[in-house]
């Protein structure tokens, strides 16, 4: 059975920095375009970075120059580097594996909540 473990989520002032990670299970998932994906209140899920096998990454373009996403196959982990973080950026983060802008899995991971607040 698929899962994802998200974590590297907290409650930060606007400005600050957060590093979230992911980690699948099973190694198949190497071959995967992986993406992290954030729900707010309120709203739908949507998704906010890709990163492909070979390392291509794609952005929302809001959030081009502030994100980044990466992945290390040797740890079967990616990551979400957020810099410059505002209030609208306040949202449950998940991760999940991706084709042609849409999630493969239907199972989803607890997500890690982030917060950005003063």
């Known amino acids: 059975q698929v899962h994802f473990v998200e974590s590297g989520g907290g409650l930060v002032q606007p400005g600050g920095s957060l590093r979230l990670s992911c980690v699948p299970s099973?190694?198949?998932?190497?071959?995967?375009?992986m993406g992290w994906y954030r729900q707010a209140p309120g709203k739908q899920r949507e998704l906010i970075a890709e990163v492909s096998h070979d390392g291509t990454t794609n952005y929302l373009d809001s959030l081009k120059g502030r994100f980044t996403i990466s992945r290390d196959l040797a740890e079967n982990t990616v990551y979400l580097q957020m810099n410059d973080l505002k209030p609208e950026d306040t949202a449950v983060y998940y991760c999940n594996a991706v084709v042609a802008g849409t999630s493969v899995f239907d199972s989803w991971g607890q997500g890690t909540q982030v917060s950005v607040s003063s």
């Open positions: 099973g190694s198949k998932f190497r071959y995967y375009t």
